[in-house]
C-alpha cells in the first residue's frame, strides 16, 4: 500500500492539467441551453400542434396523453434524438438505491429481406419492463413477482447523454407499488398544487389556476486526485475515510472559502458548466467551499420535479467528468474527520401560474396577508410534522454531519429573523372575533403593510438553523449532499399541502359563521402562530443551551437515523400519507423497512472495511516500524555501554513500547469490532437491528481510529501505508 501511495504522489507533478484538460468556453453559454433537451422549443419544431398542445397540458393540468398522441411524440422524439447521433433510448429512473437507473434499448429493427430501419413506438415510449429483482423493496413483492415496469413522465423533459435518448420514468412493482422517488413526488406535488390553488382562488386571487412548488438546491462535493483515491481502500468501498490523522493545516485560516479556484478545479468545473447548459441545467454559481478541496455548485431554481431530477442527473455527470479531469468526486457528507462535511441545502417555495411566488410579500396589505397566510401555515406545518421532516433527511452519511458544529442540529427549528418573528408576535394579538375598523387599520398600515420594509434588510440567514426563511423561500438546511432531493421534497410538499387544507376548512367555518374573510384569516393565523412558536428559534443552534431550551419545549432531538426513523412510522403520519394518496401503508412501510436495511448495511460495510485495513495494513506498517527500531536498539546495546545504552535508546524504547499498545488495542479494537458486527448482523427486525448497529458497532470504530490514528504520527512516512490527510486534501 505504501508503494501505492507513492507512486500516486509521484505522478502528480509531471501531469500538465493547464494544458492536458484545458477548457475552451464558448463566448455565451446561453447559446448552449436546452441544446440536448427535448425542450419546449425542440417539441415546437418537431410535433404537430395537437400533439404539443397535449404535452403542455399533460405538464400543465395533469391531463393523459391519448395512445395516438404518443405516437407522434414518440416518432418525433426519435427523429430528434437521431439528428444528434442517438443510437438507443431508455426510462431513466431513480430507484431507492440513492443512483439512477437505466436499461438502453436500440431503435434498430430488422425488416427482413436483410434490411433494418430506426422505429421508435408510442407503447415504448410509455412503458419499459426492466427487472425489479435486485432493486430494494422492503418486502413488498414475492420472489417470482420479479418484473417493474418503467412509465414516461412528460412532465419532465428528455435528454440526450451521448448517444442515448433519457426519458425521465417513474418506477413501480410487478403488483403497482411505487420503487422510486419520483411517484410519491408526483403525488405529493399534485396535492399541494390542489390545495394551495383553492386558498388562493377563495381568499386572494380568482384567476390561479395552478401552483408550483419550486426548488434550488445547492450541491456541496469535495475532489479528490483519482490515483490518491484509489491508494484509499477506505474511500473507495465506503465514499469516506475511516482511518487518518488531521494535518497540522485544515480549514482553521478559512482561506479556502471562496478563495480563487485552482486551474485544474476551474477546467473540471468549466467543462460540468458547459454540459449542464447542454442538459438545461441552469447552473449559475460555483466557488470553493470551508474545508480544503471542497467546493459548491448551485443552479436557479425550478420546478420541483424537474430540479430533482436535475439534481440527480448533475451528480452523474459530475462523477463522469472528474474522472476526465484525472479527480473522483466526494459526495459523502462526513468523508474527512476533522474538516467541515457537505450538505445540499433545499430552497423551497411555491409559485403561481400568474407568476408570483406566494412566499415573497406585495405591494400592498392584501398581497401581504396572502404573503403571511403562506408563511405561517408553513411553519405551523413544519411544527406538527417535524419528526417526519427530520426523518426524510436521515441516513448513515448524514448522521456524521449533523450537529456537528458545521450542520444544523437534529433537532428541527426555524429560523425567521427578530424582525419578522415581531411581526408576528403583533399578530398574536389580534382579537378573537370580528376585529374594530382600528384594529383592522393598524393591522394593514403598520404590521402587514411594513412587511416589505422588514424583508429588505432582514434576510441574513442563519446556518445553524435547519429550517430558515430567506427573504421569499424556504432553506431547508440539514439535507445531506449524497441525498435524493425527492424525498425531502415529497414530505416538505405533503405537508404543506395537509396544512393549506386544514387552514380552508378552519376559514371557511369562521366565515359561515358570520365573520369577513380577513378577519376569518386574521383569527386562524392567530392560532397558527400560538401553536408554532415552539420551533422558532432565533440563536445559536450549536449551542448546549438551545439543546437544553428545545428539550423543554417539547422539541425531539432525533441524534440518530434509528431514532428518527422509528418516529417516522408514527400513525399520524402514516394517516397523513394515505389521506392525501401518496403511499400506502404497506408502501410506507417498506420505505421505512429499505432505509433501516439500508443503514445496517452501510455500517456493516464500514465495519468489514475498516477490520481489514486495520489488519491487513496499519498493523503491518506498525510492526515493520517496530522492527526497525528493535534493531537499532539492538545495535546500540553491541556497541555502547550499559549506561550510555539507556540513555541513547530511551526513545527507542519508549516508541516501541508505545507502538505494541496501540496495536494491541487495534487488534482488541478488531476483534470486538467483528464480534459486535456479527451479532447485530444476526439481530431480527429491521429497527432492532439497525439499533444494534448504532449503538453497539458504531462506538467501537473510534477505539480502533484512536490507535490507528497515533500510529501515523510514530511510524515513518515511508512506511506508512495509507494516503494521509494532507496528501489527499491539499494535493489540487
Same mark, same amino acid.
Not at 618 to 632: D, F, G, K, M
Given at each position: ?12 507533478? &509531471? ?92 431503435? &434498430? ?25 435486485? &432493486? ?28 442515448? @435518448? ?18 410519491? @413526488? ?126 440527480? @442527473? ?105 424582525? @419578522? ?218 556497541? &555502547? ?92
Amino acid at each position: 500500500m505504501s508503494t501505492l501511495r507513492f507512486k500516486a504522489l509521484a505522478e502528480l507533478p &509531471f501531469r500538465n492539467y493547464r494544458k492536458d484538460n484545458f477548457i475552451e468556453v464558448p463566448s455565451k453559454l446561453s447559446e448552449l441551453f436546452c441544446q440536448n433537451v427535448f425542450s419546449e422549443e425542440t417539441m415546437r419544431e418537431y410535433l404537430t400542434k395537437e400533439a404539443f398542445q397535449s404535452i403542455l397540458d399533460a405538464i400543465k393540468k395533469g391531463t393523459k396523453i391519448q395512445r395516438h398522441i404518443a405516437d407522434q411524440v414518440a416518432v418525433a422524439m426519435k427523429d430528434w434524438a437521431l439528428s444528434k447521433g442517438v443510437t438507443h433510448y431508455t426510462h431513466w429512473f431513480q430507484p431507492l438505491t440513492g443512483a439512477t437507473a437505466e436499461k438502453h434499448d436500440s431503435f &434498430f429493427t430488422p425488416i427482413g429481406g436483410g434490411r433494418a430501419i430506426e422505429r421508435f413506438s408510442g407503447a415504448l415510449l410509455i412503458q419499459q419492463e426492466p427487472d425489479a429483482s435486485s &432493486f430494494p423493496n422492503g418486502g413488498i413483492r414475492n420472489t417470482f413477482e420479479a418484473r417493474g415496469y418503467t412509465a414516461w413522465d412528460p412532465t419532465s423533459p428528455a435528454f440526450i447523454m451521448g448517444t442515448t @435518448l433519457c426519458i425521465p420514468s417513474i418506477f413501480i412493482s410487478y403488483t403497482g407499488e411505487t420503487l422510486d422517488y419520483k411517484t410519491p @413526488l408526483l403525488r405529493a406535488l399534485n396535492a399541494v398544487d390542489e390545495a394551495a390553488t383553492d386558498v388562493m382562488k377563495s381568499y386572494f386571487d380568482k384567476n390561479v389556476t395552478k401552483v408550483s412548488p419550486t426548488l434550488g438546491w445547492e450541491q456541496e462535493y469535495f475532489l479528490v486526485d483519482t490515483a490518491l483515491y484509489q491508494s484509499r481502500p477506505d474511500l473507495v468501498l465506503t465514499g469516506k475515510t475511516l482511518l487518518g490523522h488531521s494535518p497540522a493545516k485544515g480549514q482553521q485560516l478559512d482561506d479556502h472559502y471562496f478563495g480563487s479556484i485552482p486551474t485544474r478545479v476551474m477546467n473540471f468545473m468549466k467543462e460540468l458548466e458547459i454540459e449542464c447548459m447542454k442538459l438545461g441545467i441552469p447552473v449559475t454559481t460555483r466557488h470553493n467551499e470551508v474545508a480544503p478541496n471542497q467546493f459548491e455548485l448551485a443552479p436557479m431554481f425550478e420546478e420541483a420535479n424537474v430540479a430533482v431530477d436535475h439534481n440527480s @442527473l448533475l451528480m452523474d455527470i459530475m462523477a463522469r467528468i472528474a474522472h476526465k479531469h484525472h479527480f473522483h468526486i466526494l459526495f459523502h457528507e462526513k468523508p474527512f474527520a476533522g474538516v467541515n462535511g457537505s450538505g445540499k441545502h433545499n430552497n423551497w417555495s411555491l409559485g403561481t401560474d400568474t407568476g408570483e411566488n406566494l412566499l415573497s410579500p406585495g405591494k400592498n396589505p392584501k398581497k401581504n396577508l396572502q404573503f403571511l397566510t403562506f408563511f405561517v401555515n408553513t411553519l405551523k406545518a413544519v411544527h406538527d410534522y417535524s419528526d417526519l421532516l427530520r426523518a426524510s433527511i436521515a441516513s448513515a452519511s448524514n448522521d456524521h454531519r449533523l450537529g456537528a458544529n458545521e450542520a444544523p442540529p437534529a433537532i428541527i427549528s426555524a429560523f425567521i429573523g427578530s424582525q @419578522l418573528f415581531g411581526v408576528l408576535e403583533e399578530l398574536e394579538k389580534v382579537t378573537d372575533g370580528k376585529l374594530s375598523p382600528e384594529e383592522k387599520t393598524e393591522l394593514k398600515l403598520n404590521v402587514v403593510g411594513k412587511i416589505p420594509e422588514i424583508l429588505l434588510d432582514n434576510t441574513d440567514r442563519n446556518r445553524t438553523s435547519p429550517f430558515a426563511f430567506t427573504g421569499n423561500k424556504f432553506e431547508i438546511r440539514a439535507v445531506g449532499s449524497s441525498a435524493n432531493c425527492a424525498e425531502v421534497m415529497t414530505v416538505m410538499n405533503v405537508i404543506a399541502a395537509k396544512q393549506l387544507r386544514t387552514f380552508k376548512v378552519e376559514v371557511d367555518a369562521l366565515i359561515e359563521k358570520g365573520l369577513k374573510k380577513d378577519e376569518a384569516i386574521f383569527n386562524i393565523l392567530r392560532e397558527y402562530i400560538k401553536q408554532s412558536k415552539n420551533i422558532m428559534f432565533e440563536g445559536d443552534g450549536y449551542s448546549e443551551d438551545w439543546a437544553k431550551e428545545a428539550k423543554k419545549r417539547g422539541l425531539n432531538n432525533l441524534k440518530t437515523t434509528p431514532e428518527a426513523l422509528k418516529k417516522e412510522l408514527d400513525k399520524k403520519f402514516v394517516e397523513l400519507y394515505e389521506e392525501l394518496g401518496i403511499y400506502s401503508h404497506r408502501e410506507f412501510e417498506a420505505r421505512n423497512e429499505i432505509k433501516l436495511e439500508k443503514y445496517s448495511t452501510v455500517i456493516d460495510i464500514e465495519a468489514r472495511v475498516l477490520a481489514d485495513i486495520a489488519r491487513n495494513h496499519i498493523i503491518p506498517a506498525a510492526l515493520n516500524y517496530q522492527n526497525r527500531l528493535i534493531e537499532n536498539v539492538k545495535g546500540l546495546k553491541e556497541i &555502547f555501554p550499559e549506561k550510555e545504552f539507556k540513555t541513547l535508546a530511551k526513545e527507542q524504547l519508549s516508541l516501541i513500547s508505545d507502538i505494541s499498545g496501540n496495536v494491541s488495542q487495534i487488534k482488541v479494537g478488531v476483534d470486538n469490532l467483528l464480534s459486535a458486527k456479527e451479532k447485530a448482523k444476526n439481530t431480527t427486525g429491521s429497527q432492532k437491528q439497525a439499533e444494534e448497529y448504532c449503538n453497539k458497532v458504531i462506538p467501537l470504530f473510534e477505539n480502533i481510529r484512536e490507535a490507528s490514528d497515533a500510529l501515523e504520527m510514530m511510524v515513518d512516512d515511508e512506511l506508512w501505508p495509507m494516503t494521509k490527510y494532507r496528501e489527499l486534501l491539499f494535493t489540487r
